[in-house]
Nanobody
Framework: VQLQASGGGLVQAGGSLRLSCAAS????????VGWFRQAPGKERDAVAA????????AYPDSVKGRFTISRESASNTVYLQMNNLRPEDTAVYFC?????????????????WGHGTQVTVSS
């Protein structure tokens, strides 16, 4: 499975961005896709995940109500809509795919990773 993340950029606090993750290759084995972020000197943490088949979603408390993950079946693309962005949301954002029904917000559940896209939120 290959994953291509895009859509990052510079935005002011309170603004919005939409990230895209295009999946290709053996996507029929994918069980979930997650978005993660990593700020300098910090761990890579989950911000959203979606079940590939039933579109069930999961979010950590830090982004609930601000971030929305969705999937477009025709293009095998997963989106992350980020609203009301804060400076603490600044990080490199990665998408990842899980083939094994692991816990959706656990980094170790994911088998394939795309390259990251930088999101910078200015105050």
């Amino acid at each position: 499975v290959q994953l291509q993340a895009s859509g990052g950029g510079l935005v002011q606090a309170g603004g919005s961005l939409r990230l895209s993750c295009a999946a290709s290759g053996r996507t029929f084995n994918v069980k979930a896709v997650g978005w993660f972020r990593q700020a300098p000197g910090k761990e890579r943490d989950a911000v959203a995940a979606i079940s590939w088949r039933n579109r069930g979603t999961a979010y950590p408390d830090s982004v609930k109500g601000r971030f929305t993950i969705s999937r477009e079946s025709a293009s095998n693309t997963v989106y992350l809509q980020m609203n009301n962005l804060r400076p603490e949301d600044t990080a490199v954002y990665f998408c990842a795919a899980d083939e094994d029904y692991g816990l959706m917000l656990r980094r170790v559940s994911y088998d394939y990773w795309g390259h990251g896209t930088q999101v910078t939120v200015s105050s």
